[in-house]
């Protein structure tokens, strides 16, 4: 029995001044105190380098959502009078094409042509036939 008690007995008292030890500071180093303060500074300064950093980018983000709604403002009437005129046209040739999932990404040749193919996979297509409407009248 003394021998089962013996060993937690040694561990126990060689592990007692383990965490003492942990706590003391080398030689040469800081106290708890300065190093404490030092800390709190350095927290400080991180805060204010964080302060200032928000500051600045949302500065920067005002200027530019400033600037956005300026160049929206002048460019309003542009795209209103180029919806006017292009609107019906547009209309158009969108009813003639149909959806434009049916199609492919439109290619440049080389002397400046734009080419836009029909995709394989895509259902047959069924020219209006002339002098029919669509939507059934007839025109005179």
């Known amino acids: 029995m003394k021998q089962t008690l013996l060993a937690p007995l040694i561990c126990m008292s060689l592990a007692a001044p383990l965490p003492l030890i942990a706590q003391e500071a080398p030689p040469g180093s800081q106290s708890d105190d300065s190093a404490t303060e030092e800390g709190g500074d350095n927290g400080a300064l991180m805060r204010e380098g ?41 209309a158009d040739a969108l009813s003639k094409v149909g959806d434009l999932a ?11 042509d734009i080419l836009i193919k029909r995709r394989d996979d895509a259902p047959r297509y069924a020219p209006p036939v002339p002098g029919e409407n669509p939507d059934g009248s007839i025109d005179l």
């Open 102 to 112: 049916n199609y492919e990404a439109p290619t440049v040749l080389p002397n400046g």
């Open 50 to 90: 964080l302060r200032l950093l928000m500051e600045g980018l949302s500065g920067g983000l005002d200027d530019t959502l400033d600037d956005m709604g300026e160049a929206a403002e002048e460019a309003a009437p542009k795209i209103r009078d180029f919806v006017m005129r292009m609107g019906p046209a547009m």
